[in-house]
Protein backbone atom coordinates (compact mmCIF):
# COMPACT_ATOMS: atom_id res chain seq x y z
CA UNK A 1 0.00 0.00 0.00
CA UNK A 2 1.39 3.82 -1.01
CA UNK A 3 -0.49 7.09 -0.08
CA UNK A 4 0.31 8.20 -3.53
CA UNK A 5 -0.26 5.21 -5.96
CA UNK A 6 0.86 4.41 -9.50
CA UNK A 7 -1.17 2.23 -11.79
CA UNK A 8 1.28 -0.18 -11.33
CA UNK A 9 0.59 0.01 -7.66
CA UNK A 10 -2.57 -1.76 -7.66
CA UNK A 11 -1.46 -4.69 -9.79
CA UNK A 12 1.59 -5.49 -7.53
CA UNK A 13 -0.93 -4.98 -4.52
CA UNK A 14 -2.70 -7.87 -6.34
CA UNK A 15 0.18 -9.95 -6.72
CA UNK A 16 0.72 -9.72 -2.99
CA UNK A 17 -3.22 -11.02 -2.67
CA UNK A 18 -1.23 -14.62 -1.78
CA UNK A 19 0.21 -14.80 1.60
CA UNK A 20 3.60 -16.43 0.71
CA UNK A 21 3.95 -13.52 -1.93
CA UNK A 22 3.28 -10.75 0.28
CA UNK A 23 5.69 -12.37 3.35
CA UNK A 24 8.41 -13.18 0.83
CA UNK A 25 8.07 -9.32 -0.73
CA UNK A 26 8.77 -8.39 2.97
CA UNK A 27 11.35 -10.32 3.68
CA UNK A 28 13.04 -9.22 0.70
CA UNK A 29 12.33 -5.49 1.69
CA UNK A 30 13.76 -6.41 5.27
CA UNK A 31 17.12 -8.11 3.98
CA UNK A 32 17.98 -5.50 1.55
CA UNK A 33 17.24 -2.67 4.15
CA UNK A 34 18.83 -4.54 7.29
CA UNK A 35 21.76 -7.29 6.85
CA UNK A 36 22.54 -6.50 3.27
CA UNK A 37 23.26 -2.94 4.55
CA UNK A 38 25.98 -3.77 6.20
CA UNK A 39 27.78 -5.03 3.20
CA UNK A 40 28.22 -1.36 2.09
CA UNK A 41 30.82 -1.18 5.08
CA UNK A 42 32.52 -4.02 3.54
CA UNK A 43 36.28 -3.43 1.71
CA UNK A 44 34.88 -6.03 -0.99
CA UNK A 45 34.07 -4.67 -4.29
CA UNK A 46 31.83 -7.34 -4.80
CA UNK A 47 30.00 -6.93 -1.95
CA UNK A 48 29.75 -3.37 -2.29
CA UNK A 49 28.56 -3.85 -5.43
CA UNK A 50 25.70 -5.96 -4.74
CA UNK A 51 24.51 -3.65 -2.11
CA UNK A 52 24.11 -1.11 -4.62
CA UNK A 53 22.26 -3.66 -6.94
CA UNK A 54 20.02 -4.21 -4.16
CA UNK A 55 19.57 -1.03 -2.96
CA UNK A 56 18.99 0.18 -6.52
CA UNK A 57 16.34 -2.79 -6.98
CA UNK A 58 14.51 -1.70 -3.87
CA UNK A 59 14.03 1.66 -4.63
CA UNK A 60 13.12 1.32 -8.46
CA UNK A 61 10.62 -1.00 -7.07
CA UNK A 62 8.88 1.53 -4.71
CA UNK A 63 9.69 4.42 -7.63
CA UNK A 64 7.84 2.28 -10.03
CA UNK A 65 5.01 1.70 -7.53
CA UNK A 66 4.64 5.29 -5.35
CA UNK A 67 5.09 8.52 -6.04
CA UNK A 68 7.35 9.78 -3.39
CA UNK A 69 9.22 12.25 -5.24
CA UNK A 70 13.33 12.00 -5.84
CA UNK A 71 14.15 10.72 -2.79
CA UNK A 72 14.18 6.94 -4.48
CA UNK A 73 16.15 7.71 -7.52
CA UNK A 74 18.36 10.11 -4.95
CA UNK A 75 19.36 6.86 -2.67
CA UNK A 76 20.32 4.87 -6.62
CA UNK A 77 22.65 7.67 -7.30
CA UNK A 78 24.40 7.59 -4.27
CA UNK A 79 24.52 4.14 -3.70
CA UNK A 80 27.25 4.75 -6.93
CA UNK A 81 29.47 6.07 -4.58
CA UNK A 82 29.88 2.02 -3.55
CA UNK A 83 30.94 1.49 -6.85
CA UNK A 84 34.95 0.97 -7.14
CA UNK A 85 36.13 3.13 -10.46
CA UNK A 86 36.79 -0.57 -12.21
CA UNK A 87 33.09 -1.04 -11.77
CA UNK A 88 32.09 2.51 -12.88
CA UNK A 89 34.03 2.79 -16.06
CA UNK A 90 31.65 0.21 -18.26
CA UNK A 91 29.16 2.55 -17.10
CA UNK A 92 30.64 5.85 -18.07
CA UNK A 93 31.09 4.17 -21.89
CA UNK A 94 27.26 4.05 -21.67
CA UNK A 95 26.96 8.02 -21.27
CA UNK A 96 27.83 10.16 -24.12
CA UNK A 97 30.37 12.01 -23.66
CA UNK A 98 32.19 15.03 -25.38
CA UNK A 99 35.23 17.51 -25.66
CA UNK A 100 35.36 19.49 -22.03
CA UNK A 101 35.37 22.69 -23.49
CA UNK A 102 32.17 22.28 -25.56
CA UNK A 103 30.44 20.25 -22.12
CA UNK A 104 31.07 23.55 -19.81
CA UNK A 105 28.43 25.09 -20.56
CA UNK A 106 25.92 22.48 -20.06
CA UNK A 107 26.87 21.49 -17.08
CA UNK A 108 27.20 25.02 -15.43
CA UNK A 109 23.14 25.63 -16.60
CA UNK A 110 22.23 22.48 -15.58
CA UNK A 111 24.18 23.54 -11.88
CA UNK A 112 22.44 26.89 -12.08
CA UNK A 113 19.01 24.95 -12.53
CA UNK A 114 19.21 22.88 -10.11
CA UNK A 115 20.47 25.05 -7.48
CA UNK A 116 17.12 27.52 -8.47
CA UNK A 117 15.05 24.82 -8.16
CA UNK A 118 16.60 23.49 -4.76
CA UNK A 119 16.15 27.69 -3.47
CA UNK A 120 12.50 27.84 -4.98
CA UNK A 121 11.80 24.24 -3.23
CA UNK A 122 13.07 25.95 0.11
CA UNK A 123 11.51 28.71 -0.09
CA UNK A 124 8.15 27.21 -0.69
CA UNK A 125 8.80 24.64 2.20
CA UNK A 126 9.44 27.74 4.66
CA UNK A 127 6.79 29.52 3.59
CA UNK A 128 4.09 26.61 4.05
CA UNK A 129 5.79 25.56 7.30
CA UNK A 130 5.06 29.36 8.88
CA UNK A 131 1.66 29.49 7.33
CA UNK A 132 1.05 25.85 9.02
CA UNK A 133 2.42 27.48 12.62
CA UNK A 134 0.12 30.38 12.40
CA UNK A 135 -2.62 28.69 11.66
CA UNK A 136 -2.26 26.33 14.64
CA UNK A 137 -1.97 28.80 16.88
CA UNK A 138 -4.61 30.47 15.91
CA UNK A 139 -6.73 27.73 16.58
CA UNK A 140 -8.18 27.52 20.49
CA UNK A 141 -6.87 25.12 22.38
CA UNK A 142 -8.58 22.84 24.76
CA UNK A 143 -9.87 23.84 27.74
CA UNK A 144 -7.68 23.11 30.48
CA UNK A 145 -7.62 23.93 34.11
CA UNK A 146 -7.37 27.72 34.88
CA UNK A 147 -4.45 27.44 37.22
CA UNK A 148 -2.68 25.31 35.60
CA UNK A 149 -2.08 27.57 32.00
CA UNK A 150 -1.60 30.43 34.46
CA UNK A 151 1.34 28.72 36.06
CA UNK A 152 2.88 27.60 32.88
CA UNK A 153 2.68 31.30 31.20
CA UNK A 154 4.53 32.67 34.39
CA UNK A 155 7.08 29.88 34.34
CA UNK A 156 7.06 31.05 30.43
CA UNK A 157 7.83 34.69 31.14
CA UNK A 158 10.13 34.42 33.82
CA UNK A 159 12.61 32.02 31.91
CA UNK A 160 11.63 34.92 29.40
CA UNK A 161 10.32 32.80 26.58
CA UNK A 162 6.92 34.77 26.60
CA UNK A 163 6.42 37.94 26.01
Keep these: T ?8 RT ?3 WSGDRRV ?5 LMTL ?16 ARASCCLLWCGLMLGIVVSGNYGFFNLLTCILSL ?5 QQLIPLARLLPLAEP ?13 VLALII ?11 SAIHRTSRICAPKAPEGWCRRIEERLRALGLAG
Excluded at 31 to 46: D, I, K, M, N, Q
Excluded at 81 to 85: C, E, H, N, P, Q
Aim: charged share 10%; glycine share 6%; aromatic share 12%.
Design 81 to 85: SLLDD
Design 22 to 26: SSAQG
Design 31 to 46: WAEGPVSLLALSGCPW
Design 101 to 113: ARMMWPWCLWDGL
Design 2 to 9: TCLPKPLA
Design 120 to 130: AAWAVYTASTV
Design 12 to 14: MHR
